[in-house]
């Protein structure tokens, strides 16, 4: 095909704030997480599709459910409102736990 470019798992955007490797970001509808550290402005690669722990909200999370980024609170949560779908949970997470398992979706939202 001529016209295909990458797979698109991994992508390069432009930094929108500093991040640290392994760190959060939304660039536009697009969630990824960064492969390494980058400054505000700098190009960076992020993965988009895959399977990562993510901070999460003091929520109880059932295997399954469907995931949003709260860009505001930088954490994954249950609660749909203005945050972005960024994938569904692997497994059950109690509302004391500092992470969630993460299946990326790799759709913009």
């Known amino acids: 095909m001529k016209n295909f470019i990458q797979p698109g798992d991994i992508v390069t955007v432009v ?20 492969v390494s550290d980058a400054a505000s402005g700098d190009t960076m690669e992020m993965i988009t599709e895959g399977v990562v722990d993510l901070p999460k909200a003091a929520v109880a999370i059932i295997q399954g459910a469907k995931l949003y980024w709260d860009n505001t609170a930088k954490n994954v949560t249950t609660t749909v409102g203005t945050n972005t779908l960024i994938g569904c949970a692997l497994l059950a997470a109690a509302v ?11 759709v913009a939202a």
């Open 96 to 106: 004391g736990d500092a992470t969630s398992r993460v299946r990326l979706n790799g």
């Open 15 to 34: 930094a929108p704030a500093a991040v640290s490797s392994g760190g959060c970001v939304l660039v536009g509808a697009l969630f990824g997480v960064a």
